[in-house]
């Protein structure tokens, strides 16, 4: 692992690289990292705050010409709606969203409190 300064550094050793950046980075960060890669990840809860924040920053990926894609994470399980509620409102203003989305299971909550990978958690979901 290292951060993204290095990251050019080993870019040409992997097809694939994922850099995790602040939650809302700076004009000139965001311009960088737009004009660097494929493609942007937005990750978004389906709360209304979460999703306020992300689409400012599609605002300013429109204007930049990104390709980005929105990925619904934390879903609550059912019977909550609010997942699927959240998936039409950003299909409806056609923005791009992945198939599926990161559910909130309990595994993930135990993974991070045991300080290790989801795959270690002896669960079926891990």
Not at 49 to 69: F, I
Not at 93 to 107: E, G, Y
Request: overall charge positive; glycine content about 4%.
């Amino acid at each position: 692992m290292v951060d993204e300064k290095q990251g050019v550094r080993y870019a040409r050793d992997y097809e694939h690289i994922v850099i995790h950046t602040p939650a809302r980075p700076t004009p000139e960060d965001l311009k960088t990292l737009a004009q660097g890669c494929d493609l942007l990840i937005l990750p978004s809860s389906p709360d209304a705050m979460a999703l306020s924040a992300m689409l400012q920053m599609v605002e300013a990926l429109y204007s930049l010409q990104s390709n980005y894609r929105i990925l619904l994470t934390v879903i609550p399980p059912a019977p909550s709606k609010v997942g699927a509620q959240s998936r039409t409102t950003i299909k409806k203003v056609r923005l791009p969203i992945f198939k599926s989305d990161i559910r909130r299971l309990a595994v993930f909550h135990n993974a991070a409190l045991a300080g290790v990978p989801v795959n270690a958690i002896k669960d079926p979901y891990g």
